[in-house]
């Protein structure tokens, strides 16, 4: 079965280039040139990946990545400027599965595809009907199966890499993990970002649990790494 990538970007000589390369590996490449036309193509389920330029015309390939993510899980690696690190953390935080900074080689995106669409494979394969499984800490839970997390029953609203990383945190409950070992567990081994996306994502979760309900849950084990304890075990 052929794959179906859309390729969502205005500049005229990227989408060309990268749709006659797609199509040389043996790819059936569509092409949107706006945000608006990428987004209802995007939502009509044709497609096995997203390829998705941040600035479009119409709407930003961040709009169009939050709105999309409302019904889809399709894979999306975004394009980004350089340098453009917001972009970035925003896009993976918006539930893209990767980016690729302009200009690429195309050996690099052919590599990324490949990873995008090993993954969600794999996503799928696992998606049946999966037991919950409930981790706790504390007055911390977390349902790894619906996705859900709440302290003392009271909801979290979280992210998926929020989540990823509480998840994480959870499952290796009283261990310090590095932000080298967070990184390659929540953001995949191939993460080419900033380190500092682990402190950015725990400030996160910390302005969504300890701020609210008042428990420090995750420690900074200075010049290590993070934890997460049992509140007894100080
Ligand atoms: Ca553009």
């Known amino acids: 079965m052929t794959v179906k990538i859309l390729l969502v970007e205005d500049e005229e000589k990227i989408a060309r280039f990268t749709e006659l390369e797609l199509i040389h590996e043996g790819y059936e490449v569509a092409k949107a040139a706006d945000g608006r036309s990428g987004l209802e193509m995007a939502e ?3 497609y096995d990946l997203c390829l998705l330029d941040i600035m479009l015309p119409g709407l930003s390939g961040l709009e169009v990545l939050r709105r999309l993510r409302k019904t889809s899980q399709m894979p999306v690696i975004m394009l980004t400027a350089r340098d453009a690190v917001m972009d970035k953390v925003s896009g993976l935080d918006m539930g893209a599965d990767d ?3 302009k200009p690429f080689a ?3 995106l052919l590599a990324r ?3 995008a669409l090993k993954k969600s494979a794999a996503a799928k394969e696992s998606s049946g009907p999966q037991p919950s499984k409930i981790l ?3 007055k911390l839970t977390m349902d790894t199966a619906r996705y859900t997390a709440a302290y003392d029953g009271t909801a979290i609203d979280l992210t998926k890499r929020e989540f990823l990383l509480l998840r994480t945190l959870m499952e290796n409950k009283s261990i310090v993990l ?3 070992t967070l990184l390659e567990r929540v953001w995949g081994y191939d993460y080419m970002g900033e380190t500092n996306v682990v402190d950015v ?3 996160y979760l910390r302005n969504k649990i300890d701020d609210v309900f008042g428990e420090k849950i995750i420690r900074t084990v200075r010049g290590v790494g993070y934890v997460i304890k049992e509140p007894d075990h100080e």
């Open 201 to 203: 994502y725990v400030y």
């Open 44 to 46: 009509s389920g044709s």
């Open 113 to 115: 595809i490949r990873v």
């Open 178 to 180: 590095s932000r080298d």
């Open 136 to 138: 706790t800490c504390g």
């Open 106 to 108: 195309i050996e690099e």
């Open 99 to 101: 980016y690729i900074t």
